[in-house]
């Protein structure tokens, strides 16, 4: 029996060849794509090549203490923000022969209850018209005196006593004897309040006729 195959038709082993090229050409090809995606020898987590580099860490800053400002406790000087000093008159006008009476309040508007020096020797009435200066308690003030008070928050304190002033100029030079009267008939004044080196907020303006 003969073994020859029929002309135009190749033999089983040839077939057999082929498919064997074939299968080793694919399996070359899977090897090789599993190699680009692998990356033999890269380290875990490292992205292909051309990939955007990891991102560092964020460090933190080390947080900076904020300094806090003392509690303030009752009995301690008073602060200039919680201090507020009004300038008081009796009237806002003044008929010809009447003196005024100055006064003045001082309301702590802080939380604790505080300290300053009320007395008279640190208290200072100025009268002025326009930029000219007139009068000033401290001129020719005497036996002044030193006087610790004690500022409830919210609760106003008043002078004991107003001071009255005459109605002249006042120097040092002019404690004795005779002083100018300041003019009237409808100036308008204003009186500014200083104590313990705390200003009041506004001058109170008055009037004399």
């Not at 201090?83 to 008929?95: G, I, N, P, R």
């Not at 020096?117 to 326009?130: D, R």
Request: with cysteine.
């Amino acid at each position: 029996m003969s073994t020859n195959t029929p002309a135009g038709r190749q033999s089983p082993q040839v077939y057999r060849r082929r498919r064997i090229v074939v299968l080793i050409g694919l399996i070359a090809v899977v090897i090789a794509i599993v190699l680009v995606i692998v990356r033999p020898g890269a380290s875990q987590g490292e992205e292909p090549s051309g990939g955007a580099s990891p991102s560092a860490e964020p460090t933190t800053a080390p947080e900076t203490a904020i300094p806090t400002e003392p509690t303030a406790a009752d009995g301690d000087p008073c602060a200039p923000e919680n201090v507020l000093v009004e300038a008081v008159t009796d009237k806002s006008s003044y008929e010809p022969g009447e003196q005024p009476q100055l006064s003045l309040t001082i309301t702590n508007t802080g939380k604790n209850v505080c300290v300053l020096n009320a007395g008279t020797k640190a208290q200072v009435f100025t009268v002025t018209s326009g930029a000219e200066q007139y009068w000033t308690s401290t001129d020719c003030m005497v036996d002044a005196i030193d006087a610790e008070v004690s500022l409830t928050p919210g609760t106003p304190v008043s002078s004991s006593v107003p001071i009255i002033w005459d109605r002249t100029r006042s120097t040092p030079d002019t404690c004795s004897g005779a002083r100018e009267t300041v003019p009237a008939g409808g100036a308008s004044y204003h009186l500014a309040v200083t104590v313990d080196g705390f200003e009041s907020a506004e001058q109170k303006q008055f009037l004399l006729y």
